[in-house]
């Protein structure tokens, strides 16, 4: 997508009630149900069109204002402009409370915490968790040590319904985006090989 097309995109943006925020890209109303904060869509989609080698069929938002009860993880499609949301872990450093809420956030190694910013996605692997997804960090501020901080989208029990009835809540991760057992794969070949991922707040 070229600069001219997304600033026609955002340029086409109306606002209604509570401040929610419609987009219209090449024809499709981008999130039509308000899912995504406005602002925090706008701040992705400009993200996505700096960077020209990631796939423009969909984005993938993570809001970090929400706490980690709330389904946070938005998996944005650009050509009809439907939203699947899904939980997500923030890191153990930026909630050392565990009260559910990510307050802080880092690029540095050690951190535990969670980093801000735009990812490409890589390829598919087995890890330690399971089927895992590596991720490249595209904000030399933010996030540029992902890979070296081998932070990754994976799943973990600590986020799936059993854990969650038992604590109240779903767990922490060392920095990585984190998703429900049963819906890694989906999650994996929704994303996989080059889908921007945005985190903000």
């Keep these: 997508m ?20 419609s987009v219209v890209l090449n024809g499709v109303v981008v999130d039509p ?21 990631a796939k423009r069929e969909r984005i993938a938002i993570v809001d970090f204002a929400l ?13 009809t402009g439907e939203v699947e949301s899904y939980l997500t872990a923030h890191g153990r450093g930026s ?42 960090g595209l904000d030399a501020m933010q996030n540029s040590n992902a890979e070296a901080r081998a932070i990754v989208l994976h799943s973990a029990p ?11 809540k779903p767990g922490r991760s060392f920095g990585c985006f984190v998703v429900e057992t049963p819906l890694i794969e989906h999650v994996v070949a929704r994303l996989e090989n080059g889908v921007l991922i945005f985190a903000g707040r």
């Design 33 to 53: 149900q308000n899912v995504v904060r406005g602002a925090l869509l706008t701040q992705a989609l400009q993200a996505w069109n700096a960077t020209p080698e």
């Design 158 to 168: 600590y986020m799936d319904g059993a854990w969650r009835r038992t604590h109240g």
């Design 67 to 79: 706490p980690s009860t709330a389904k946070r993880f938005h998996i944005v499609d650009l050509r």
């Design 95 to 136: 909630d050392p409370g565990h009260d559910g809420i990510a307050e802080t956030f880092s690029n540095t190694s050690g951190s535990n915490a969670s980093s801000l910013g735009a990812y490409l996605s890589l390829s598919r692997y087995m890890g330690v968790h399971g089927l895992s997804l590596r991720l490249r």
């Design 2 to 21: 070229s600069l001219k097309v997304l600033i026609a995109a955002i340029v086409s943006f109306f606002f209604v009630a509570n401040a929610h925020a």
